[in-house]
């Protein structure tokens, strides 16, 4: 038993000096950038870092600049759109395969194939398709509805629907894969018991199923969350922030900030306001969660 013992604890000590190297490198990447892209935002950094402190004055710079307050309401209506059309089209689409009984992984690829794209080319893919000039406006009004307007995309009061409608379109075969997992997972009695007592499948999916999976819905908050952070390449590839900066994004405000218009400062109090809001958002949702499974 002692032998035994050592070997397990050997075994383990080895596992730790293993995983030694991946935490010091995540350690370094993850929180050492953050706290000096932190440390930056209080700094006189330009073109090229300066670290002589210059308290809040990036941060009253940052709130008193109008184009930041129109990015970071972006980030809001896009966040929202895109968590509720992720989530809601995901879990509809999991079900509705759940309920076939053939050609399940015929539609489950097809509605993951959007994944299989950058977010890059999707944009540029529903740029074409949402241009008045060569999209949908132009097929519908050569089919003889000539007083058809579809002009979103250049329109600065629509622009970041768009957005999120193509973000929506890339993001929710992910979504549907976790639920659809979620769904198979569940107990087959719980089916054979809903038949026996003749309760309808959409009650029990609503009121059985669904509910089992909070774990798999806190998954996919956490995960699009991250993804409205950093939502920057489809805002370039489709708007470029356009018309003007209606549909500017706090990524692509930090990003310019950054390296084309060298205010180090600046762009980083920007980021340091985005993530501080994502995790805000985020925080008391996973508290909640953790204390509900404790309980």
């Known amino acids: 038993m002692r032998i035994a013992g050592k070997r397990i604890s050997a075994n383990r000590a080895k596992a730790w000096l293993a995983l030694i190297p991946a935490v010091v490198v995540a350690f370094y990447f993850i929180w050492g950038f953050a706290a000096y892209t932190a440390y930056l935002s ?16 990036n941060y009253r710079a940052l709130f008193e600049d109008d184009r930041w307050w129109v990015a970071y309401s972006n980030m809001f209506i896009f966040g929202g759109l895109y968590l509720a059309g992720c989530i809601g089209l995901g879990v509809g689409l999991a079900i509705l395969i759940d309920r076939l009984t053939g050609k399940e992984a015929l539609f489950r690829t097809i509605y993951l194939y959007p ?40 329109s600065p009061d629509h622009a970041i629907y768009t957005i999120a409608f193509a973000a929506v379109w890339h993001g929710t075969g992910l979504i549907m894969i976790l639920f659809l997992a979620g769904i198979k997972s569940t107990d087959p009695e719980i089916w054979k018991a809903t038949r026996i007592d003749r309760i309808p499948a959409w009650r029990v999916y609503v009121s059985i199923i669904l509910p089992q999976l909070r774990a ?31 549909s500017d994004v706090p990524a ?7 390296f084309q218009r ?34």
Not at 42 to 57: C, D, I, Q, R
Not at 128 to 153: C, H, M, S, Y
Not at 280 to 287: C, T
């Open 252 to 258: 692509r405000y930090v990003f310019e900030y950054f």
């Open 115 to 154: 994944m299989s794209l950058s977010l890059v080319v999707t944009g540029l893919a529903w740029q074409w398709i949402l241009n008045p000039t060569i999209g949908i406006q132009k097929i519908v009004r050569e089919a003889g509805v000539e007083d058809f307007k579809f002009n979103w995309l250049v």
């Open 262 to 295: 060298g205010e180090i400062g600046q762009g980083a109090a920007g980021a340091v306001v985005m993530v501080a809001t994502m995790i805000a958002i985020v925080l008391p949702y996973l508290y909640f969660e953790i204390r509900r499974r404790e309980a």
């Open 216 to 246: 798999t819905l806190l998954t996919a908050v956490m995960l699009l969350g991250f993804q409205v952070v950093r939502s920057f390449d489809v805002v370039v590839a489709l708007t470029n922030g356009g018309p003007g900066y209606a």
């Open 42 to 57: 209080v700094t006189k950094s330009t073109f090229l870092p300066n670290h002589e402190f210059n308290g809040a004055a």
